[in-house]
């Protein structure tokens, strides 16, 4: 099998962490992001991966060809000379989609969610149209482009965008599988998959709903990160509680607590709920962690408070100091002692000596 995961640009979304790491390899739960990814889709039997980019940043090939090496599979980069949009990367990878008569996987790389890409695979190939869309429940299905099904059938009817009137709670959670001749479909110009291809293929009645069991979210921007992160966990809680900090260490405080093994705890902390601390991170005497990400090599110092906040690679944070309302510190950021940072986002090797009460962006 195959699969196109759609990278796009520079993930601007992300700053000031993707400009020191290009997004799909920025540390989520302590793992690229595209890692979690990859280990499901070669569960399923992918062996083929294209990454879709409109730049090919060499530090991500190098990496990549560790995991080609790692799972036995190839990668390849399919670098767009203009955005195509969310169609236009699949004809423009028709080598590797349509070589073979198997079915492919498409995916945004900002996706999180627990990826059933074995059950929907099985799904897609029993119900023998051209594509399945994952999709997930929301409570406000106002804000979202609605999926609506024909009466008693998986099969998509039509598409409604930000409905007034309740028409359903499904939306597309932007990961699918395809046979491939929806290839036939698609010509190599700028497409949007959603608006021009989806419509056409449910008035062919070639186009099917697989509902999501458990959480989803798009981490491409710092509070949705942050977000993810918490369901992320939540999740892990469920099913593989022995990743997580026992609650039974006494830094663990509310739960839901994932530490790398050679990340080093201080006295008197309060860790938790939700809280990711990277490898080799250093915690500080009575340091207080809630609902936060610390990167590899961070150094939270005594007595300090983090809170909705991410801290960056190699970043410090003084004594005393507090991080909050959605804070995120680039790459080799350094906070004085006794400094309140709010919803600030301080880009690389810069170094904070007094307090920043506004949110804003710190160059």
């Given at each position: 099998?195959?699969?196109?995961?759609?990278?796009?640009?520079?993930?601007?979304?992300?700053?000031?962490?993707?400009?020191?790491?290009?997004?799909?390899?920025?540390?989520?739960?302590?793992?690229?992001?595209?890692?979690?990814?990859?280990?499901?889709?070669?569960?399923?039997?992918?062996?083929?991966?294209?990454?879709?980019?409109?730049?090919?940043?060499?530090?991500?090939v190098?990496?990549?060809?560790?995991y080609?090496?790692?799972?036995?599979?190839?990668?390849?980069?399919?670098?767009?000379?203009?955005?195509?949009?969310?169609a236009?990367?699949?004809?423009?990878?028709?080598?590797v989609?349509?070589?073979?008569?198997?079915?492919?996987?498409?995916?945004?790389?900002?996706?999180?969610?627990?990826?059933?890409?074995?059950?929907?695979?099985?799904?897609?190939?029993?119900?023998?149209?051209?594509?399945?869309?994952?999709?997930?429940?929301?409570?406000?299905?106002?804000?979202?482009?609605?999926?609506?099904?024909?009466?008693?059938?998986?099969?998509?009817?039509?598409?409604?965008?930000?409905?007034?009137?309740?028409?359903?709670?499904?939306?597309?959670?932007?990961?699918?599988?395809?046979?491939?001749?929806?290839?036939?479909?698609?010509e190599?110009?700028?497409t949007?998959?959603?608006?021009?291809?989806?419509?056409?293929?449910?008035?062919?009645?070639?186009?099917?709903?697989?509902?999501?069991?458990?959480?989803?979210?798009?981490?491409?921007?710092?509070?949705?990160?942050?977000?993810?992160?918490?369901?992320?966990?939540?999740?892990?809680?469920?099913?593989?509680?022995?990743?997580?900090?026992?609650?039974?260490?006494?830094?663990?405080?509310?739960?839901?607590?994932?530490?790398?093994?050679?990340?080093?705890?201080?006295?008197?902390?309060?860790?938790?709920?939700?809280?990711?601390?990277?490898?080799?991170?250093?915690?500080?005497?009575?340091?207080?962690?809630?609902?936060?990400?610390?990167m590899?090599?961070?150094?939270?110092?005594?007595?300090?408070?983090?809170?909705?906040?991410?801290?960056?690679?190699?970043?410090?944070?003084?004594?005393?100091?507090?991080?909050?309302?959605?804070?995120?510190?680039?790459?080799?950021?350094?906070?004085?002692?006794?400094?309140?940072?709010?919803?600030?986002?301080?880009?690389?090797?810069?170094?904070?000596?007094?307090?920043?009460?506004?949110?804003?962006?710190?160059?």
């Open positions: 099998m195959k699969a196109l995961i759609l990278v796009g640009g520079f993930g601007t979304r992300l700053r000031p962490l993707t400009l020191s790491v290009p997004k799909p390899l920025v540390d989520f739960a302590n793992k690229p992001m595209i890692l979690h990814q990859i280990e499901a889709l070669v569960k399923a039997g992918v062996t083929d991966i294209v990454l879709a980019v409109n730049y090919k940043p060499e530090v991500m190098a990496v990549l060809q560790k080609e090496e790692m799972f036995g599979i190839t990668i390849t980069f399919s670098v767009e000379e203009e955005p195509l949009g969310t236009g990367p699949l004809a423009l990878a028709r080598s989609l349509g070589k073979d008569d198997s079915p492919f996987f498409v995916l945004n790389a900002d996706v999180t969610c627990e990826y059933p890409f074995e059950t929907m695979r099985d799904f897609h190939i029993a119900h023998g149209g051209e594509g399945t869309i994952l999709a997930t429940k929301v409570e406000e299905p106002s804000k979202y482009g609605v999926i609506v099904m024909r009466s008693g059938s998986t099969e998509i009817d039509r598409f409604v965008e930000k409905p007034i009137e309740y028409v359903g709670n499904r939306i597309n959670a932007g990961i699918y599988i395809f046979s491939p001749s929806i290839l036939d479909r698609i190599l110009r700028p949007s998959i959603e608006k021009e291809i989806f419509p056409r293929m449910a008035a062919d009645a070639q186009l099917h709903t697989f509902d999501l069991e458990g959480f989803w979210m798009d981490v491409g921007q710092p509070k949705d990160f942050l977000t993810g992160t918490c369901l992320y966990l939540s999740s892990l809680a469920k099913r593989s509680p022995e990743l997580l900090a026992p609650a039974s260490e006494d830094f663990v405080y509310g739960g839901n607590v994932l530490i790398h093994p050679s990340a080093k705890i201080g006295k008197g902390c309060k860790i938790g709920p939700n809280v990711t601390v990277g490898p080799n991170a250093i915690i500080g005497n009575g340091v207080c962690l809630q609902r936060c990400v610390l590899e090599g961070t150094h939270v110092k005594d007595f300090a408070w983090v809170k909705n906040s991410i801290v960056g690679w190699h970043s410090s944070v003084g004594r005393w100091s507090r991080l909050d309302g959605v804070t995120v510190l680039g790459d080799d950021v350094h906070i004085a002692d006794e400094v309140y940072v709010n919803g600030a986002s301080v880009l690389p090797h810069k170094s904070i000596s007094s307090n920043v009460c506004e949110p804003g962006i710190v160059m």
